[in-house]
């Protein structure tokens, strides 16, 4: 068995962004292992997107192409995955930790006689075999693991703990593998795909966060962080106190007990920066934290940091973003 896989995630023709995190991790993986990296994307008519993949430091993309694999179904993607990693033999197979992949990939992975190791934060290579660091207690613990046997070692790769902007350029060949999938094999239909039901938030596609916390005093306020998400195109997302009161839904909530999240910037907005807070956002590219407490402790995971009453500085950020974007 060599080399290593990863699975890259697509719905509709688009990205999940979380892909390119996976992939980051597979290559510095494979750096330390000495072994080629390989990506895979499962769908229908995604060569556009294959080729993208191909021009990143890969050794090959397998576009797993089938009709069946138009539309997410967790047995059409099991069968297919199965068959391309019995023809490759990969020593370890990486996922990114998204809604389809903890779906479908333990299945996956019970097919090779292995369990899925999920939401890794870190992989290492030691003493012959890979060890992926997992968070316990609300991220106060880092636990190694290491998966007994030879392998394939099936990961999941949480969002946010490896850079996609690490991944370096390259020209890697494209190649198209069709699985042997019959109607038959599928006993779901596929419907709406989950992240677009009726009011869901996937914050881990957003670009820009303006989280609020308990700083902004009552659920009436909230409409002042609202126009800064709205001015700067972001998402809204809240700490656990604000969706604990009703005053935003839970499906907004960042942190250990609710989303984990990787954008280019995230603004938090009279939050703490408490530990179960923290481990749901440090993994931002540039974090914005504006607070009037300058100990709080968000301030020391944070880029810039604006120490004053939210209250003043946001309708003045507002203005400034609205004149900038004209
Ligand atoms: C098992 C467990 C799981 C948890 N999971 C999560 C989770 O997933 N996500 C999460 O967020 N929390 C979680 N928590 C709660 C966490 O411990 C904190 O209580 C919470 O994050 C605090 O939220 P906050 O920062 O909004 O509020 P606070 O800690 O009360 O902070 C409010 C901040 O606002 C500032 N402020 C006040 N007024 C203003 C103003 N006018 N202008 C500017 N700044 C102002 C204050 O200086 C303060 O720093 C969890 C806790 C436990 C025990």
């Known amino acids: 068995m060599s080399g290593l896989l990863v699975v890259m995630e697509q719905g509709g023709g688009q990205w999940h962004r979380m892909s390119w995190e996976a992939l980051a991790a597979g290559v510095e993986l494979g ?4 072994q080629p990296v390989f990506a895979a994307l499962p769908g229908s008519d995604i060569g ?4 993208e993949a191909a021009a990143k430091a890969v050794a090959k993309v397998h576009a797993v ?10 047995d059409a993607y099991t069968a297919a995955l199965e068959q ?17 992949v903890r779906d479908f990939a333990p299945k996956l992975a019970t097919r090779f006689g292995q369990n899925l190791l999920s939401d890794a934060v870190q992989i290492r290579y030691e003493g012959g075999s890979p060890v992926f660091v997992r968070q316990l207690f609300q991220g106060k613990l880092n636990a190694d693991f290491r998966q007994s046997g030879a392998g394939p070692h099936f990961a999941s790769i949480q969002a946010g703990a490896y850079r996609a902007d690490t991944l370096a350029a ?15 094999q599928i006993r779901t239909k596929p419907h709406e795909p989950f992240r677009e039901a009726a009011r869901a938030v996937d914050l881990t596609a957003a670009e820009i966060i303006v989280s609020v916390g308990r700083g902004i005093k009552e659920k009436e306020n909230i409409a002042v962080v609202q126009e ?10 809240a700490s656990r106190p604000i969706c604990d009161n009703g005053w935003l839904p839970m ?6 007990s609710g989303q984990t999240v990787s954008p280019k910037m ?3 907005v009279g939050i703490s920066g408490a530990i179960q807070h923290l481990v749901g956002m440090k993994g931002s590219k540039t974090i914005v934290a504006i607070n009037k407490d300058s100990n709080a402790p968000i301030f020391e995971v944070a880029d810039y940091g604006v120490v004053g009453d939210l209250f003043e500085v946001v309708p003045a950020l507002v203005e400034e973003v609205k004149k900038a974007k004209g």
């Open 65 to 74: 192409e089938h009709d069946l694999l138009k539309e997410y179904t967790p």
């Open 170 to 184: 390259g020209q890697a060949e494209v190649e198209t593998f069709t699985p042997q999938l019959d109607a038959s």
């Open 228 to 237: 800064l998400a709205t001015a700067l195109g972001a998402e809204l997302a």
């Open 48 to 51: 556009t997107l294959a080729a």
């Open 84 to 100: 391309l990693i019995r023809k490759h033999e990969p020593s370890v197979v990486l996922f990114p930790h998204t809604y389809q």
């Open 266 to 268: 995230y603004l938090a």
């Open 251 to 256: 499906e907004r909530q960042v942190g250990s």
């Open 31 to 34: 750096k330390q292992m000495g």
